[in-house]
């Protein structure tokens, strides 16, 4: 079974940087993980994902702005989220899939954290 715990999260200025983090305990490895951000009273939104490979895959808003990584020996999951926008504004979730491959729908994941808020200023 997978447990996983985001830390992280925080205040900060727009045009300023945070830096997620996602501690997993159980068998992750080879398996998709991903994070994603959800607001009050919208969907959980598919921000990036990452595949053992190393293949990523980002949502349009975030590209060129985040970066996914993943150390499977320490089976920890990062989020470098630069140039933030008050938009960024979200509880953001660690999730794993059971699934090898990622895409950055909702229902391809089976285990998501408690989530870290991040909140950005103008």
């Known amino acids: 079974q997978v447990h996983l715990a985001e830390s992280g999260g925080g205040s900060v200025q727009a045009g300023g940087s945070l830096r997620l983090s996602c501690a997993a305990s159980g068998q992750t490895y080879g398996h998709c993980m991903g994070w994603f951000r959800q607001v009050p009273g919208q969907e959980r939104e598919g921000v990036a994902a990452?595949?053992?490979?190393?293949?990523?895959r980002y949502h349009d808003s975030v590209k060129d702005r985040f970066t996914i990584s993943r150390d499977n020996a320490k089976n920890t999951l990062i989020l470098q989220m630069n140039t933030l926008k008050p938009e960024d504004t979200a509880m953001y979730y660690c999730?794993?899939?059971?699934?090898?491959?990622?895409?950055?729908?909702?229902?391809?994941?089976?285990?998501w954290g408690q989530g870290t808020q991040v909140t950005v200023s103008s």
């Open positions: 990452i595949e053992k490979t190393g293949i990523t």
């Open positions: 999730a794993w899939s059971m699934w090898m491959t990622c895409n950055l729908s909702e229902g391809r994941f089976e285990t």
